[in-house]
T-cell receptor
Framework: KAGVTQTPRYLIKTRGQQVTLSCSPISGHRSVSWYQQTPGQGLQFLFEYFSETQRNKGNFPGRFSGRQFSNSRSEMNVSTLELGDSALYLC?????????????FGPGTRLTVT | AQSVSQHNHHVILSEAASLELGCNYSYGGTVNLFWYVQYPGQHLQLLLKYFSGDPLVKGIKGFEAEFIKSKFSFNLRKPSVQWSDTAEYFCAVTPNTNAGKSTFGDGTTLTVKP
């Protein structure tokens, strides 16, 4: 089975712009989660989607949003980019949201905001 | 709210030395526990997981971890490290009711000297 794929892998944007990142989960996985990884804050949970519904949201401002499509693919959007949004954004998928399932991580999208 | 604490930020060992990385978590309910590894330039990979049953779990590449419920701990061990184990190691916790919302520790960077 193909793993979790994320596009693009690298992105450079300027402050004030917006960006959309894409994630394709492993085939058959219906839960998709997003995380932000920075040297200072480590891995922080952004949000989780299951069956096109956001189930959980982390402690991030409203500029961070996401959605999931009927084929389980997911996108996250960051509007009005700030320098502090520079990070590695990781997507993870799992078969279901219930306990007893593990997450599989993609390679991430490296976002640099200048 | 759940939290995860990893005791060591940076560990330096010589090849063949034994490894133990500490992980403690805080959560009021039943949890699933994970150790992930991130090799330089690669994405997060699952080392091992604990859902239930035998508290001593074995993972890939000779790693094992022991869940001690009374101490809220899930320490990672390897009897003899190799240079190729140089990586960053993350402990993670998910509530048993929600596989998609992981809380990660800050990570431990392991450097193995040949």
């Amino acid at each position: 089975k193909a793993g979790v794929t994320q596009t693009p892998r690298y992105l450079i944007k300027t402050r004030g712009q917006q960006v959309t990142l894409s994630c394709s989960p492993i085939s058959g996985h219906r839960s998709v989660s997003w995380y932000q990884q920075t040297p200072g804050q480590g891995l922080q949970f952004l949000f989780e989607y299951f069956s096109e519904t956001q189930r959980n949201k982390g402690n991030f401002p409203g500029r961070f949003s996401g959605r999931q499509f009927s084929n389980s693919r997911s996108e996250m959007n960051v509007s009005t980019l700030e320098l502090g949004d520079s990070a590695l954004y990781l997507c993870a998928s799992s078969l279901d949201f219930a306990g007893g399932y593990e997450q599989y991580f993609g390679p991430g999208t490296r976002l640099t905001v200048t | 709210a759940q939290s995860v604490s990893q005791h060591n930020h940076h560990v330096i060992l010589s090849e063949a030395a034994s490894l133990e990385l500490g992980c403690n978590y805080s959560y009021g309910g039943t949890v699933n526990l994970f150790w992930y590894v991130q090799y330089p330039g690669q994405h997060l990979q699952l080392l091992l997981k604990y859902f239930s049953g035998d508290p001593l779990v074995k993972g890939i590449k000779g790693f094992e971890a022991e869940f001690i419920k009374s101490k809220f701990s899930f320490n990672l061990r390897k009897p003899s490290v190799q240079w190729s184990d140089t990586a960053e190691y993350f402990c993670a916790v998910t509530p048993n009711t929600n596989a998609g919302k992981s809380t990660f520790g800050d990570g431990t960077t392991l450097t193995v000297k040949p």
